[in-house]
């Protein structure tokens, strides 16, 4: 198991909420949405982003409109993916 720190994110709009998150990555390359809930559900990786000198966890959120990716910090989910750049 991998724990990977997510730098970056793709959402079409871009200025949608969480749910418009399409791809996560880094500088080592980026996944689909699907697939880090995926490897998030099944224990294969865990995902997370470091903002403000904090850790935050990726999380899986079910959603009204399905499932999506949130980060999870000090009991509270917050919006450190929405405040990552775009990635290439």
Known sequence: MADVQVTCINKLPRNDTHEGI???GNSTGKW???SVIDWI???AHTF???VGGKRADVGVVDG???KYVRTYADGY???NLL???ECP
């Open 77 to 79: 989910y917050n919006d």
């Open 48 to 50: 997370f982003t470091f």
């Open 22 to 24: 399409t791809h996560l």
């Open 64 to 66: 009204p409109n399905g």
């Open 32 to 34: 689909t949405r699907q």
């Open 83 to 85: 405040a990552l750049p």
């Open 41 to 43: 559900e099944t224990g």
